[in-house]
């Protein structure tokens, strides 16, 4: 965030806690972020993005604000009347003898958080690599928007400018400081942390979209002039049917390999346990065929646990195409029913890859795709 000039206006300087038009600002930030949350996580709602948040060093669904231990120390003695000391962030050893040791960023690095701070800017971490970046700018930037211009409104009626600020921050963290977590973001117990500080925890890509029509958020988009409560609920109705047909394309998809080249692929191997059992038995020898015997019956197994959940998944897919329900409903239904039996069927999928004779898998196996590429 910067003027017109090129001023940082997030560049806390070599003295944090002096630095009041820096702290005016971030406070500003932190104050959006959580009035805004539900907003902020709809800039990352794609039903790809449900499968990466919260899981391979992405960030959780709980939207939330690293500050690291410098800034939040000074943010806590601000709370407490004012900030009079800043701790100093560690040296970072480069470990080339040609460069010299740097000033290690105080914030470091937490990748486990959705919206950190990095020592001179705020890094938005959700929104998916194949997501445009469009719906977070226009969110970030009214939600800050209005943050600063209910400051803005404070201030300029401030008969003491200084003091004003001072009571200001001092409220803001008091009241925002919720949204600040340092910590793991992937543990179990930042979920229960969250749920006690009250923020929100949107699961998936359809709960998060209804934030789009909530009152308070056509207010803000119609107060700045960015959207009207019209092209909201267009945008709503767009994103969930986006969701709707995402989640049935791939449902066909995974249902197409299912049936026509995982099923055949393993009706084959089984075919080929069968013909070498038999063939053993031919020669009349008395050898113990149990191994094989074994891995048929459990082929067997999984196969007929594999053809009953393409059934169902079948079954759920064309049961969503004949709805007639509103939008969100369909997509709850997408969400609840068809998703979840994906989810069963490639779990059923993946244990078979592990079995069938790698000559006869049709698709790359997760060992061709981590080694052999």
Not at 18 to 38: P, S
Not at 143 to 160: C, Q
Not at 332 to 350: A, P
Request: aromatic share 6%; glycine share 6%.
């Amino acid at each position: 965030m910067s003027t017109d000039d090129g001023q940082n206006l997030l560049d806390p300087g070599h003295t944090p806690h002096e630095n009041a038009q820096f702290l005016v600002f971030l406070c500003a930030i932190i104050k959006a972020i959580d009035e805004y949350a539900d907003l902020v996580r709809v800039a990352a709602a794609t039903p790809g993005n449900d499968h990466r948040l919260g899981a391979n060093e992405a960030p959780p669904a709980i939207v939330s604000i690293f500050l690291g231990e410098q800034l939040t120390d000074i943010l806590e003695q601000i709370e407490n009347g004012g900030a009079t000391t800043s701790k100093v962030g560690g040296v970072l050893k480069v470990g080339v003898s040609t460069l010299p040791t740097l000033p290690k960023d105080s914030t470091d690095r937490n990748r486990t958080s959705p919206f950190a701070f990095t020592g001179n800017k705020f890094e938005f971490r959700m929104v998916g690599s194949s997501s445009s970046i469009a719906i977070a700018t226009f969110i970030l930037n009214t939600i800050v928007a209005e943050s600063l211009s209910e400051i803005a409104d404070r201030l300029e009626k401030a008969s003491d400018f200084n003091e004003e600020v001072q009571l200001l921050l001092q409220e803001i963290v008091k009241k925002h400081k919720r949204i600040i977590f340092n910590g793991n973001g992937y543990s179990e117990e930042w979920v229960k942390e969250a749920e006690k500080r009250g923020l929100p925890n949107i699961r998936s890509t359809v709960e998060a979209i209804p934030a789009l029509i909530k009152e308070k958020n056509v207010k803000l988009m119609e107060k700045h002039g960015v959207l009207s409560k019209r092209e909201l609920e267009s945008r709503y109705e767009v994103l969930l049917e986006n969701y709707i047909k995402t989640i049935n394309i791939e449902a066909l998809t995974m249902l197409d390999i299912a049936k026509r080249q995982i099923l055949p692929a393993v009706v084959n191997f089984a075919t080929k346990i069968a013909e070498s059992i038999n063939s053993v038995r031919a020669t009349g020898l008395n050898v113990d065929i149990s191994a094989q015997t074994e891995l048929l019956a459990e082929v067997s197994s999984l196969m007929s646990e594999f053809k009953k959940n393409i059934s169902e998944l079948e079954n759920a897919v064309n049961e969503a195409s004949n709805m007639n329900s509103d939008s969100y409903s369909k997509a709850c239904y997408y969400r609840d029913v068809v998703f979840t039996k994906m989810g069963i069927l490639r779990e059923i999928g993946d244990k078979l890859e592990t079995i069938v004779d790698a000559e006869l898998w049709p698709l790359p196996t997760y060992a061709d795709m981590l080694f052999n590429i």
